[in-house]
């Protein structure tokens, strides 16, 4: 069994063997690195425009009455699929991304910071959903659900644009 940073460099060097052609075709044609790079920012674009709008709205309606709140609780559920949606197709065209040029991607930390922050984020929506369905079943303006949907909205907010700071590194950097 390998163990230690060579393990990771063979690992990674056999990873580079297996997608050697996708990455000839992706660094020979700048069509396909445009629509791939378009597809990433386009897709983080919108579940991370539409995130952040909705954590600001989550947050203003923390400050109106009960009822106004359970109108803004069903609005999420709606603007929760596109995000995940948007999401999906960000994964998609962040693995074409990491084929591209694999062995640089893994041996750099901020590849991994920026991974373990992800992580973090789909946590982070995950409590934020189970914090508007525990809202959905008792929606009282004393619900501690509405503290964690506030903490949920300002992580969430931070991690959007902590990511976006980690893909700007990566592409500069890495």
Do not use: Q
Not at 143 to 160: C, H, I
């Amino acid at each position: 069994m390998l163990s230690g940073p060579s393990a990771a460099a063979t690992t990674s060097a056999a990873l580079a063997r297996v997608l050697e052609p996708w990455a000839h075709l992706y660094a020979d044609s700048k069509l396909i690195a445009t629509v791939v790079t378009f597809g990433h920012i386009a897709s983080l674009l919108m579940a991370g425009g539409l995130a952040v709008t909705a954590d600001r709205a989550t947050l203003r309606a923390l400050r109106l009455a009960a009822a106004e709140r359970g109108r803004h609780l069903e609005d999420l559920s709606g603007i929760h699929r596109l995000v995940v949606g948007g999401l999906t197709l960000s994964v998609a065209t962040g693995l074409l991304l990491l084929a591209s040029d694999v062995e640089t991607f893994l041996g750099s930390r901020i590849f991994w910071l920026k991974m373990g922050m992800i992580c973090v984020l789909l946590g982070n929506g995950f409590a934020m959903t189970r914090a508007e369905h525990s809202l959905r079943a008792d929606a009282a303006e004393t619900s501690p659900a509405w503290r964690r949907l506030r903490r949920t909205a300002l992580v969430s907010v931070g991690l959007w644009y902590a990511i976006t700071l980690a893909g700007v590194a990566l592409a500069n950097v890495a």
